[in-house]
């Protein structure tokens, strides 16, 4: 095309170059409208592609797949109630967050090999244990969840 | 250590983001443009600071930034086709009066921008009147107009 031949004046051009420029812009733009369709979906966090459940009955955790450093990440996590209750949560989780509140309030909480400890009051029925957290080191973080004998291993993506 | 890092992958981020989306958007700004370079500048400011409102991580960025940035127009000065990939290069438009309509789809400039800009620079009303117009790096369009005077001038003359 006679458009794409070269000008040498007043400036030199070189059409070959801006073609690919052009391309490369053009890429882009798909780039950018798929991150903004999966964005949507979930991908980055929020979003379908984001919910996360772990387990069945008797201990299911629900949570995050996809968080992103220091915003507020929630678990939920569901266990059988009756005697006092204790939910043990392996140490990746106390180093890479900074934990803002646990609802209901742990009667006591410590430290093993395994990780945090915490022990709930007894309660009638299936108990709710919501967590929030901030993560806030980048990465995959995989955190170990057991009660009761039970455990659920969870992995996130942490975004930076 | 990752205020540095940080303040590198922003920069070079930005740079991907406003060069993918073409000169046009530098260029012709408008008042909603210049919105969106505020919202584009509060989003990014949040990120980079994060939780650290230090003065030491305010100064650790801008300094950084302005490194990278002095850094760049080194290595732009030295290699003129690094130049090239990082601000682009001007192109002719509009020849002898004629508009290099494919050009112009591509670059997403219309003739009425072109005209504006003959308007405004040089008082031209028609494309004819202009020898070349160049969609320069930066996004501007410049006017040379055809060397002789339009026939009506010619006649009062």
Redesign the interface.
Known sequence: ?Q??QN?HH??P???K??AL??Q??RG??I??GLIVVLALGGLFGHGAASNAVSGTAPLTVQYERFQR??KQARFVVRFEGGRERQLTISEPFQLNYNVSSIEPRPIGSSSSPDGLNLTFAAADGPLTVVIWAHPHKFGVTKINIGSAGETRRLWSLVYP | MDSVIKAAVVYFVLWAIIRISGRRTLGEMTAFDFVLFLIIGGATQRGLTGEDYSLTNAFLLIITFVAIDILMSLIERGAPHVRRVLEGEPMIMVENGKPLRHRMHRARIAEDDVLEAARRMHGLERLDQIKFAILEANGHITIIPAAKPPRSRKRAA
Do not use: N
């Open positions: 095309m458009e794409l000008r007043p400036i051009e070189d059409m170059f801006q420029s052009w490369i812009e882009g733009w780039v950018f450093v220091t």
